[in-house]
């Protein structure tokens, strides 16, 4: 099957999707498929489609395709390789033998795997080509790309991989197209499918590999962290997914959503941050409520990233997805009892107790689902602050989870928990009436009381406005008399923190690095920062 000629906009890979994109035109050679004709069975480009955008996920290899069937409206997501000619497969073959037969597991202990492989198959690479000599018409980078992208890459999904704008890959079972989550266009049909059972089933060896960890019959089931941090499950063959072997990848940013990036996206408005800085500052007990995916672990990262740099912090996830910037930190993880028979399980029950040990001023806790969080309460009501993310739609909902098995919090602990918020994917529409998916932080409780909630904050879907009520707030009159001053007072701190927060966004001081310089900068030298981002007393 071959693929029309298609006009490709060329955007520099950082900046794909991004506004600063050169709009140049270039021509494409028609690809040839890179593994199964299956891969190509979603080819959208047709009469009846319209292309949505294009852009660079490696250039000048691969490029993305989004398009949308005129009559179904179904977006779909096409990935474009530039195809190895006949010639090329031969010699990628050859290389690819060569690596997979001479490469040597490293005489000492080497630090980056990857690394050591990638320099191997560079070299594999050199001697290919020395071998051959003057070879016209055949593109060794190409060639690279291949590699690259076979050996140490992730294979037929690394272009998506690369793909900023995709934030989950799943792929369902053999024959059936690689889902994506983009941010654009939410779940997309991608034209990357494993064609066999055995492809899949050999891929998803191959992830768990990566992941260091091992998958099979005798233990079906995987749960691990890729390099790179990304988040990988993964089931095998017909062991417990009827369709066969199944995995989903939720990508690890290299950098994390900071609270800037948030009021970016419309997610929280600058008062809102500037609010639970404040609540960090204090250790107010949080809790950050969502469905699967809304964005609570993002949300909780760009918040406790607020922390005071003098805090001591111990974090506890099932994967380690948080990154915070302070040093006084302690990042735990717990470990499943399948890894190594005879290895013991360590639940997050067993790190929240021994938490306690290191003295922290918080424990974060990744997400409670069980008895851990039992212990966590435990902690709160003896003085220890608390940050978690637990799957709810309100603080209803919430409360029930909380105090209803397997967690059992008695209801007297609800009040230890001084913010609630939620996050939501809600579906707005762009310029031009699209519908594309956002999220928003679309309330934020005070809790008084088991049953008495506060609302501090709701979010209007026709404005896409934020309502933040300070006046009156449970924080704000905590703070006051942690402070011994008057809640009058504390507003004005917020006001203080939002014009160091809109300071930020508006010079694109977005990264958490710098953020935290601001962070830790407000606390030791509050005059300054207030004088450098312009903030008029009174
Ligand atoms: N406010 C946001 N705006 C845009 N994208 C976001 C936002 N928050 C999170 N994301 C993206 O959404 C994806 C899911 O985010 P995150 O892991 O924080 O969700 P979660 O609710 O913790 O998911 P899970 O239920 O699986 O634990 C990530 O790829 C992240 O980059
Ligand atoms: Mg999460």
Redesign the pocket.
């Known amino acids: 099957m071959r693929l029309p000629r298609l006009r490709i906009r060329k955007r520099s890979q950082e900046g794909a999707g991004g506004k600063d994109a050169v709009d140049s035109l270039v021509d494409i050679e028609p690809v040839k498929p890179v593994a199964s004709p299956e891969r190509l069975r979603l080819s959208v480009i047709r009469g009846d489609s319209r292309l949505l955008e294009s852009y660079a996920l490696y250039e000048p290899w691969a490029y993305a395709y989004i398009a949308e069937d005129v009559k179904t409206g179904v977006i779909s997501y096409i990935v474009y390789e530039v195809g190895l000619t006949p010639q090329e497969e031969s010699v990628y073959k050859s290389i690819v033998d060569y690596i997979t037969w001479e490469l040597e597991p490293p005489k000492v202990p080497v630090e980056d795997v990857r690394e050591y492989i990638s320099r191997f198959a560079r070299r594999a690479i050199r001697l290919f080509q020395l071998k051959l000599g003057r070879t016209p018409g055949l593109s060794w980078s190409k060639i690279g790309y291949y590699i690259e992208r076979d050996v140490i890459g992730y294979g037929p999904i690394d272009p998506l991989m690369r793909d900023p704008n995709v934030?989950?890959l799943s792929c369902n079972g053999p024959g059936i197209p690689v889902y994506v989550w983009h941010?654009r266009y939410e779940y997309v049909p991608t034209s990357v499918a494993f064609g066999t059972p055995q492809e899949l089933d050999e891929f998803v060896v191959k992830l768990a590999h990566l992941a260091g960890k091992h998958i099979s019959v005798a233990y079906p089931v995987l749960d691990a962290i890729l390099p790179g941090g990304h988040r990988v499950a993964a089931t095998f063959q017909r062991e417990v997914s009827t369709k066969g072997s199944t995995f989903t990848i939720?990508?690890f940013?290299e950098d994390p959503?900071t609270i800037v990036?948030?009021i970016n996206?419309g997610?929280v408005s600058p008062e809102l941050a500037a609010y639970f800085w404040l609540a960090m500052d204090y250790k107010m007990t949080t809790l950050i409520l969502?469905?699967?995916?809304?964005?609570?672990?993002?949300?909780l990262n760009s918040i406790a990233n607020l922390l005071r740099p003098t805090y001591k912090i111990v974090t506890i996830e099932d994967t380690p997805?948080l990154r915070l910037p302070q040093e006084n930190w302690v990042q735990l993880t717990s470990r499943p009892s399948y890894l190594v028979s005879g290895v013991s399980e360590v639940k997050l029950y067993d790190l929240v107790k021994v938490s306690l040990r290191y003295r922290p001023d918080v424990i974060i806790v990744g997400?409670v689902r069980g008895e851990e969080a039992y212990v966590l309460f435990q902690a709160i009501a003896t003085g220890h602050s608390g940050i978690t993310?637990l799957?709810a739609e309100d603080i209803d909902a919430a409360v029930k989870r909380l105090t209803s098995p397997p967690m059992n919090i008695p209801e007297s602990y609800v009040p230890l928990v001084n913010v609630a918020l939620v996050?939501k994917r809600v579906t707005k529409l762009d310029e031009l009436g699209r519908p594309r998916p956002?999220?928003r932080i679309t309330s934020v409780w005070e809790i008084e009381d088991y049953g008495k909630y506060r609302e501090l904050s709701t979010w209007d879907p026709l404005r896409d406005r934020f309502g933040v009520d300070l006046e009156g707030s449970l924080v704000v009159k905590r703070v006051a008399k942690m402070r011994g001053v008057s809640e009058s007072e504390v507003v004005d701190d917020i006001m203080k923190r939002k014009a160091v927060i809109n300071y930020l966004a508006a010079t694109g001081r977005r990264s958490y690095r710098e953020i935290a310089s601001y962070v830790y900068n407000y606390y030791y030298r509050p005059r300054e920062v207030l004088k450098e981002v312009g903030f008029e007393e009174g």
Not at 290 to 299: A, E, I
């Open positions: 934030e989950d941010r939720r990508k940013r959503i990036d948030l996206y997610t969502g469905v699967t995916g809304s964005g609570k672990t993002s949300t997805e997400e993310t799957h996050i956002v999220r």
